[in-house]
């Protein structure tokens, strides 16, 4: 679902967004019951969602430490899946607000929206059609928990995923070994300066990160990548020990999964105007990181970033110095060509 939305979007600035709790039409449905103050909140975003929707949801019920809350914000679906939400809300023991958004918002407006009107302390996020594993819940907050101090620190926690098909069947190889991903570098922000770690379905984050992650801005490229970025730039944020997630590959995102290792890797990203395109959009996102955080960066970082509209060496010395540095052969490889060639900046405004 991410891909699809991803590039549904584009590269042009979000429009603006209504951020109160009541945009579109809304449904709250079962407030009789559950906490007042409550600690986890878990955060569900669909958009016709209708073919695996039911087993993420069950998967839910299913946890060792239930949520207090889910919030959910549906973008303008077509199909059953608001009537799916609204008999699950009936049948569950926690309160369920679903939010109908029209016109639709895509999916990191959707998210920015829904996560603004969580509740909890802690905020566990949601894809429509994956599967998480019983202590998905329990071991994100206890994570989170542990790192967070007195609750000021920005913090989040995520893991890799088990990849299963379309009938449940699980792959041989997991999410970030497909990709060719270590969810525990040296320098966390100077990996997600370069490209993402982290999946949002297996999100667990605290309040303390969303008071400075959100709003969004324009120009960033995807929800989790954000959150994650702002965590280890002015937080913490560490990966699990095992998965947490049976995350479903069928045709709506199999872009997501696809292998960056080796020389087949080498061959999706070489230089291209796609590829320096997308790479502007990187560099946009960390931009408004610079932005959005300041005199906060460490300084090296601050360098780095304004060097983005240079390229070539300046660029290439300040990645050094910042220990900014993509993760494996074939995008160290991009990354070098395209910095060199500066293709880049023709779509850096």
């Not at 893991?159 to 990709?179: A, C, K, P, W």
Request: glycine share 10%.
């Amino acid at each position: 679902m991410a891909a699809a939305n991803r590039l549904a979007r584009g590269i042009g600035k979000r429009r603006q967004l209504d951020r109160t709790p009541h945009h579109g039409s809304q449904d709250i449905v079962n407030t009789n019951v559950g906490n007042d103050e409550p600690e986890i909140s878990v955060v569900l975003c669909t958009h016709n969602g209708e073919e695996w929707l039911e087993a993420q949801l069950d998967s839910i019920l299913s946890q060792t430490r239930p949520p207090d809350e889910l919030i959910v914000g549906d973008d303008e679906s077509c199909d059953s899946t608001f009537g799916l939400l609204q008999s699950f809300a009936r049948r569950a023991e926690f309160p369920v607000h679903i939010a109908r958004h029209e016109p639709q918002l895509g999916v990191v407006d959707n998210f920015e929206v829904t996560l603004s009107r969580a509740n909890g302390r802690y905020m566990a996020l949601c894809d429509q059609d994956d599967v998480w594993l019983p202590d998905r819940i329990e071991s994100g907050v206890e994570a989170v928990a542990s790192i967070e101090g007195d609750g000021s620190v920005p913090a989040l926690v995520f893991s890799d995923l088990i990849l299963i098909d379309e009938h449940d069947q699980e792959g041989g190889r997991s999410f970030m070994e497909t990709r060719g991903i270590d969810g525990r570098p040296d320098n966390p922000l100077g990996t997600l300066l370069r490209h993402n770690l982290v999946t949002g379905c297996t999100v667990t984050c605290n309040r303390a990160l969303l008071k400075k992650a959100i709003p969004f801005p324009d120009q960033i490229v995807m929800h989790d990548w954000w959150l994650a970025l702002v965590a280890a730039a002015i937080g913490r944020i560490e990966m699990l020990e095992s998965p947490k997630v049976r995350y479903r590959l069928h045709g709506k995102n199999q872009v997501g999964a696809q292998s960056l290792v080796g020389w087949e890797g080498i061959r999706r990203i070489m230089p291209g105007v796609e590829s320096r395109k997308a790479l502007a959009r990187v560099f946009r996102q960390d931009q408004e990181l610079g932005r959005r955080l300041g005199d906060q960066l460490d300084p090296s970082i601050r360098s780095f970033i304004e060097c983005i509209p240079r390229g070539g060496g300046p660029l290439r010395r300040a990645a050094r110095a910042a220990g900014v540095s993509p993760q494996g052969f074939a995008r160290r490889v991009r990354f070098f060509l395209e910095t060199l060639i500066g293709g880049y900046r023709r779509y850096l405004d």
